[in-house]
């Protein structure tokens, strides 16, 4: 009886002690989250998700979409972190992360992922900041940011500056910059410049916010449009290329409770008459696929305002040119 028992003991154990050791499967699509960042990869053809947060925990994952499926690439490297740039350097085919806010403050922080691993920068940059913005200038093979806040005492301070980023140095260009809230940034093929866009204030009209297109030629930033007929905008919504403009997905939350699509053409934005993405949100990310010519989304959560509840979202969806379709992998 005791042998009995000793056995069955021991056979336990070795059980337990095997199912320690068996690795975890890794999972299959990410998590739901705000706050994330993507890029797409054209040397591989996907598009990259990085980081973000929901109110369970904030990541460090690195994803890819291929048009078919999620795969996860990595889970080292930069720290947790949500609201960081992220974008693909085409010359030196790597993918360029910066800054961004981890649980225990704002980083300043630059990491580069060749395809198969991360490796940081020990470089100075460009000084902390939250809700900053930023684009790869394939022309002059430069990555751009500019603005932000940083944190004074228990204020936040606005920031003009901009900065770019060959693949050795961050340099100061710009020290005035434009007077307005960036939203979003993105490289724009047909102009061949990295655009801005951003909100200048409060009109007297009922309070609406008008924005403003941006662009910069490396030296300084030149205004596209004037602030009138253009979309309101909800905070930091995602401005992508396409294969015919740009594409602004706007959640809606900042004025009219709507959300809207918005399409650059050359010379003015116009409403998309195609439904948005379903339920509506913000901290959503974009990244154009130009290899299948689609945009790709990715989560967001619906908004912590007056009737919002802040749900989280891991829903996928395109952009094929007319219409968003949810793409979920199966």
């Not at 920068?121 to 500019?146: E, K, M, N, Q, T």
């Not at 939203?183 to 200048?200: K, N």
């Not at 905008?233 to 706007?250: E, R, W």
């Not at 990244?287 to 989304?297: G, N």
Request: with cysteine; aromatic share 10%.
């Amino acid at each position: 009886m005791q042998l009995a028992h000793l056995l069955l003991t021991t056979i336990i154990a070795l059980l337990l002690a095997h199912v320690t050791l068996l690795p975890q499967s890794a999972p299959s699509v990410p998590d739901v989250r705000g706050g994330h960042s993507m890029t797409y990869d054209d040397a591989r053809g996907v598009a990259l998700m990085f980081g973000g947060g929901n109110r369970q925990r904030t990541f460090n994952d690195l994803w890819e979409w291929d048009g078919r499926r999620w795969q996860i690439l990595s889970t080292s490297g930069p720290s947790a972190r949500d609201s960081a740039v992220l974008a693909f350097d085409s010359k030196r085919q790597k993918a360029i992360l910066h800054g961004g806010r981890a649980a225990d403050g704002l980083r300043d922080d630059t990491w580069e992922w060749d395809g198969t691993r991360w490796t940081e920068r020990p470089i100075a940059g460009p000084g902390l900041r939250l809700h900053h913005a930023g684009a790869y200038d394939p022309r002059r093979g430069r990555l751009v940011i500019y603005g932000g806040l940083r944190p004074v005492d228990k204020t936040v301070r606005p920031l003009t500056d901009t900065w770019e980023y060959d693949g050795e140095t961050w340099t100061r260009r710009d020290t005035v910059g434009v007077d307005v809230f960036v939203c979003s940034m993105t490289f724009d093929p047909q102009r061949g410049q990295v655009v801005l866009l951003g909100v200048e204030g409060m009109t007297e009209r009922e309070g609406t916010r008008q924005t403003a297109m941006w662009t910069w030629d490396g030296t300084r930033w030149s205004r596209v449009t004037s602030g009138f007929g253009e979309p309101a905008l909800s905070p930091m919504p995602p401005l992508t290329p396409t294969a015919t403009g740009l594409l602004l997905m706007d959640g809606g939350i900042a004025q009219g409770n709507t959300a809207f699509t918005w399409l650059w053409r050359g010379d003015r934005w116009t409403r998309a008459d195609a439904a948005p993405p379903a339920p509506q949100r913000v901290s959503h990310a974009l990244a154009y696929d130009s290899r299948r010519k689609r945009v790709v989304m990715f989560g967001g959560h619906s908004g912590f305002g007056p009737g919002r509840t802040g749900e989280m979202y891991g829903d996928t969806w395109e952009w094929s040119g007319d219409k968003w379709e949810r793409v979920d992998p199966k």
